[in-house]
Nanobody, 127 residues
């Protein structure tokens, strides 16, 4: 059974930092690209970042580029999102999501239909 469990969210002041983690199990983690997506109150899902199966390639939404960094640890089967210079507009529930096909890296990331997503972790940026 595929499981994705996010952690690390919380309340932070504008300009602060958080590191989110997503522990994966039930599939061969190293074979799949992974994404972070978020959902702000009253809005739809927004893609945030993606990283290739081997970790060599990554991409970011324009709204977070230069502030967020995605990484992964094969041995720990864990995906990370380091978030710096946080803004109130970053407030959302953050989810990690598994790409549906192994050993694939696509550039039309916004159109991917993920087959599994975690339960999410709340990030609130407020003074």
């Amino acid at each position: 059974e595929v499981q994705l469990v996010e952690s690390g969210g919380g309340l932070v002041q504008p300009g602060g930092s958080l590191r989110l983690s997503c522990t994966a199990s039930g599939f061969f983690f190293s074979n799949y690209a992974m994404s972070w997506v978020r959902q702000a109150p009253g809005k739809g899902l927004e893609w945030v970042s993606a990283i290739s199966s081997g970790g060599a390639s990554s991409r970011y939404a324009d709204s977070v580029k230069g502030r967020f960094t995605v990484s992964r640890d094969r041995a720990k089967t864990t995906l990370y999102l380091q978030m710096n210079s946080l803004k109130p507009e970053d407030t959302a529930v953050y989810y990690c999501a598994k790409w549906p096909q192994p050993l694939v890296w696509r550039h039309d990331i916004e159109s991917i239909s993920y087959d599994y997503r975690g339960q999410g972790t709340q990030v609130t940026v407020s003074s």
